[in-house]
Nanobody
Framework: VQLQASGGGLVQPGGSLRLSCAAS????????MGWYRQAPGKQRESVAR???????NYADFVKGRFTVSRDNAKNTVYLQMNSLLPEDTAVYYC???????????WGQGTLVTVSS
């Protein structure tokens, strides 16, 4: 499985960005895709994940600000990020797994910088 993410960049506090990630290769029809992030000096953490059936899990720190969605026909997952804060600055990684608990495939990461 290969994952290609895009959409990162520099945005001011309070602004918005939309990340996209397309999966290709040996894709299972039932799967879980999502987003993790890693800030400098910190561990990678889950941001939001969504199953092919539409079940969603959000980290508490993004609830109400970020929205994860997917297009199963395109094997693509999106992350709409609103009301961005400086502490959202991180490299965001797309993930793919067969189930919620199985090993994940990772995309190359896209940098999101929130700064004035």
């Amino acid at each position: 499985v290969q994952l290609q993410a895009s959409g990162g960049g520099l945005v001011q506090p309070g602004g918005s960005l939309r990340l996209s990630c397309a999966a290709s290769g040996s894709i299972f029809s039932n799967n879980v895709m999502g987003w993790y992030r890693q800030a400098p000096g910190k561990q990678r953490e889950s941001v939001a994940r969504i199953s092919s059936g539409g079940t969603i899990n959000y980290a508490d720190f993004v609830k109400g600000r970020f929205t994860v969605s997917r297009d199963n026909a395109k094997n693509t997952v999106y992350l709409q990020m609103n009301s961005l804060l400086p502490e959202d600055t991180a490299v965001y990684y797309c993930s793919y797994s067969k189930t919620w608990y199985s090993d994940r495939y990772w995309g190359q990461g896209t940098l999101v910088t929130v700064s004035s």
